[in-house]
């Protein structure tokens, strides 16, 4: 079974565009989460979504946004880029959306430099 | 202030060493789980514990997680090489629904 799958694996862009990264979930997983890693503030939860709805979302301004589609991949953007911006993003994926815990798989990440 | 608090930040030690990593918090999780992330990489699932007290073997891995629900530890026997990396415990706060929570993260670096 082929794990979860993000791209691009490297992206640049510079202060004020926009971006979209994909992340495609292991096969028959529904729920997609997506979390910013960076030096500083480690591992930080941006949202889950499950059935093409947002299920939780983390504390980060509205302009990191996302979606699911009905094949359950997933997109996250960002608007008006910052310095600031600049992570490892990760996508995850579960099987379902579970309330008492949830065991994770993550994907290779996608490394969004902000020049 | 991060929920979830992992000591120490940083560890390196030689290779047949023993190490305990710790995550601690003031909140009670319906579940901790340890992950491992090598550099250019996604974290991997090492573990899952449910129950207080629980403690889980994964050969030279063992991962105990606290009576109260509140803190789990990880202990590496003999370390090796292949040991090194990010480990990163986290949890789903009881009272919330499926958002987890990860620590601050080990670095962990195993030399010969």
């Known amino acids: 079974k082929a794990g979860v799958t993000q791209t691009p694996r490297y992206l640049i862009k510079t202060r004020g565009q926009q971006v979209t990264l994909s992340c495609s979930p292991i096969?028959?997983?529904?729920?997609v989460s997506w979390y910013q890693q960076t030096p500083g503030q480690g591992l930080q939860f941006l949202f889950e979504?499950?059935?093409?709805?947002?299920?939780n979302k983390g504390n980060f301004p509205g302009r990191f946004s996302g979606r699911q589609f009905s094949n359950s991949r997933s997109e996250m953007n960002v608007s008006t880029l910052e310095l600031g911006d600049s992570a490892l993003y990760l996508c995850?994926?579960?099987?379902?959306?579970?309330?008492?815990?949830?065991?994770?798989?993550f994907g290779p990440g996608t490394r969004l430099t902000v020049l | 202030t991060q929920l979830l608090e992992q000591s120490p930040q940083f560890l390196s030690i030689q290779e047949g060493e023993n190490l305990t990593v710790y995550c601690n918090s003031s909140?009670?999780?319906?579940?901790l789980q340890w992950y491992r992330q090598e550099p250019g990489e996604g974290p991997v699932l090492l573990v899952t514990?449910?129950?207080?007290?629980e403690v889980k073997k994964l050969k030279r891995l063992t991962f105990q997680f606290g009576d109260a629900r509140k803190d789990s530890s990880l202990h590496i026997t003999a370390a090796q090489p292949g040991d090194t990396g990010l480990y990163l415990c986290?949890?789903?706060?009881?009272?919330?629904?499926?958002?987890?929570?990860f620590g601050t993260g080990t670095r962990l670096q195993v030399t010969l």
């Open positions: 986290a949890g789903v706060p009881t009272g919330t629904a499926s958002k987890l929570t």
């Open positions: 514990v449910v129950t207080g007290g």
């Open positions: 909140s009670v999780f319906s579940s």
């Open positions: 995850a994926s579960t099987l379902t959306y579970a309330v008492s815990y949830n065991e994770q798989f």
């Open positions: 979504y499950f059935s093409e709805t947002q299920r």
């Open positions: 096969s028959g997983h529904r729920s």
